[in-house]
Each structure stands twice: as structure tokens, then as C-alpha cells.
């Protein structure tokens, strides 16, 4: 957000995320920027989420880690997530969503996960898309797609995406 010059707020240091959450209205895009995980996420945690996308709102969250079932896979639009240190790329090779439709170029559309002197993969989770959900990128392995690393769930007026990397780890922004 810094790079584009977007505004954007952060919470503060007292803030906890039910606060936040209780804050939503005031936004129109939402970001989980750490690991998301089944447990915490609680249906009365994922309900705001959803209110806040059904309104027209964009929700993102990175990494979620969570299993069939659970509030955060409902919300999601998965049927869970796997963890992965095989994957070499990430593909915007799927149809773009409104968030990727930007990416035009090869260097753009195809991010290597691991540098030349990197020893060890970082950890890409694995989006298991239910029906109705639409795939933004593919991990890879060689030219072998493993699995979708970006969804897009449509909800009501808003979207909710959900990011299997971090985007932060990819080694040539270092």
C-alpha cells in the first residue's frame, strides 16, 4: 500500500481484532495480514467478515490454515488448506479476478517462490476452492499446477480473497 501511495490505517498497539472488527463499516477493504488460522477464527469472528463483503466490501486474508468445515473455510469459500515447501512458482495463469487483472507482463505473471542461494522454500498454503469459487494463481512445480494459491469468493456487493503466500517472502523483492 506504502509503494502504490494508498492510505490505510493500522490498528493500535492496545487494539485487539474484535475491536476491530467492531470498526469495519468505517473501511472499504479489509486486511488479515498474518497467518489465518481455523481455530481462531470463530463463527463470531468470520460473521463480521462476511456482513462487512455482503455490504460491498473486500476482505483479504494470507495464509489461511484451516480444515473442512470450519468457520474460516465457509467464509473462505475452501474446503481447507494444505501446507507446501515443494512449490518453485506462483502463476497468474488462472482467469484474472478484479485483483490480478493489472498483471500484464511475464515477470508479473509468474513469481519464483525461492531465490538461487535460498536453502529452504517459505511455506505456501494450498487453497482447496469449493464450487463457486473462483482461482487467481496456481502454485507450481516446474510447468505442473499443484493447486491455487488465490481464490476470490464473491459475496453479496464485496469479494473475499485469500492469498496461499505471503507475497512479502517472494526472494526478489529482498
Known sequence: L???GIAYDRP?????FDEQLERLEDYSLAIVSSYLEGEFLTEWRAEPLRAFA???GIVVVFK??????????????????EGR???????????PLGATRVFD????????????????TPVSWILHAKAGTQVGAYGLIGD?????????????????????????SFWHTR
Not at 64 to 81: A, E
Not at 105 to 120: I, K, Q, V, Y
Open 2 to 4: 506504502e509503494q502504490w
Open 12 to 16: 493500535g498497539e492496545d487494539e485487539t
Open 54 to 56: 455482503e455490504a460491498g
Open 64 to 81: 489461511p490454515v484451516l480444515v473442512p468445515g470450519d468457520p474460516g473455510s465457509m467464509l473462505l469459500g475452501l474446503d481447507g488448506t
Open 85 to 95: 515447501r515443494d512449490l518453485e512458482r506462483l502463476s497468474f495463469d488462472a482467469t
Open 105 to 120: 507482463t511475464a515477470e508479473e505473471r509468474s513469481l519464483p517462490l525461492r531465490g538461487p542461494t535460498d536453502s529452504e
Open 144 to 168: 505442473q499446477r499443484v493447486g491455487p494459491l488465490l481464490t476470490r469468493r464473491s459475496v453479496g456487493a464485496g469479494a473475499i480473497y485469500a492469498l496461499g503466500h505471503d507475497l512479502h
